[in-house]
């Protein structure tokens, strides 16, 4: 069974930066591509990005393209998130989620694609 662990989440004033880790273990890492999601209060359930098992394809949602950035260390078994020029409206709870998908360039920033996820770091943008 796979488990996942976020870390690197806090209080960022706009236009900070966070990096946040998901550490993936129970299961052969590379054969999962992985996903983070956020949710704030009140809204539902977003899609921020995503990286494949296989040639790291990444993907991302239009509202944080060009300021995150996802990757991965198959040797770790660790997913990262860097955020870059947070804003407020970044505000939510993040966490990972793991889909087994062998070798493959596949990934989806759709929730209900993934079965498994951890559970999550707050992330606050404010001033």
């Known amino acids: 069974q796979v488990q996942l662990v976020e870390s690197g989440g806090g209080l960022v004033h706009p236009g900070g930066s966070l990096r946040l880790s998901c550490v993936v273990t129970?299961?052969?890492?590379?054969?999962?591509?992985i996903a983070w999601f956020r949710q704030a209060p009140g809204k539902d359930r977003e899609g921020v990005s995503c990286?494949?098992?296989?040639?790291?394809?990444?993907s991302y949602a239009n509202t944080v393209k060009g300021r995150f950035t996802i990757s991965r260390d198959d040797a770790e078994n660790t997913v990262y998130l860097q955020m870059n020029t947070l804003k407020p409206e970044d505000t939510a709870d993040y966490y990972c989620?793991?889909?087994?998908?062998?070798?493959?360039?596949?990934?989806?920033?759709?929730?209900?694609?993934?079965?498994?996820r951890g559970q999550g770091t707050q992330v606050t943008v404010s001033s």
């Open positions: 129970g299961s052969r890492f590379d054969d999962y591509a």
């Open positions: 990286i494949s098992s296989f040639l790291n394809r990444e």
């Open positions: 989620a793991a889909q087994l998908s062998g070798r493959s360039t596949w990934c989806s920033v759709r929730p209900s694609d993934f079965v498994t």
